[in-house]
């Protein structure tokens, strides 16, 4: 089984509530050997006013400050590991690029949350991400945005949940012929492979649309590609969410002919067999 859960949320992300403390130890429950602590940070968030605490902004100094805390306490039970999941977008790749030399991270998800920086139309969470357009229009300009994050910007490890808005298709049909998008996805894919980044396995899809993001097509187009590096991750904003859905996503790479996974040190992939 994994060794670690590599998509966590604590309550220094806007949109969780959970403490650190709390993770560590489903951490330590789970059998896990590392803890990892990915929390949001979306530079240049656009806050609503009606919702101001919901800023996605990280207070670096206080989050290594806690967990290098939390790290010394625990090393002879469960070893913590420092991440942050980027937010990525093309109007502030050169601020992404320099946070992620700012701060000893051992592992950045770069995620796509917003495809540009008016909450209006740019974040596949709200319905009026998709007006106007088909869903296939709305997902291609999605999928071509994060092509354009990765020829930006080396400041991120692997993508998060790179086919994210068919979890807020605003029609609930979820659905996703591969055909339709094939061509930009093997662009990302390409650009990801060449710059030794990786991808995310990222299991919150599974409740949300049936499957772990990404679809099953990316993983097999990754895997042809010659792809190496994934992540497994919960997505989990609350401990209980840790390693949701990892023995279905085991049992997924081993048909798919992976050998396998990674886990982010010092922002270098380890390999660990499945
Ligand atoms: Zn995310
Ligand atoms: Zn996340």
Known sequence: MFLADCHVHSSFSSDSSESPENIIQTCIDRGFKY???????DMNFPVNSNN?????????EAYFKKLSQLKELYKNKIEIRIGVEQGICPEIADKISALSDSYPFDFIIGSSHLTNLSIENGDPYYPSYYEGRTNVEAYRDYFETEAENVALTDGFDVYGHIDYPIRY???????FNFKDYADIIETLL???IEKGKGIEINTAGITKI?????????LKMYKDLNGEIITIGSDAHISENISYGFDQVHTLLNELGFK???LYKDRKPEFISL
């Open 35 to 41: 803890a990892y602590f990915t929390d949001h940070h």
């Open 52 to 60: 101001p605490d919901m800023d996605f902004q990280l207070d670096f």
């Open 169 to 175: 298709c605003p029609d609930k049909d979820f659905v």
């Open 190 to 192: 390409k650009r990801l």
């Open 210 to 218: 049936g499957y772990a993001h990404p679809h099953i097509e990316i």
């Open 260 to 262: 396998y996974y990674s």
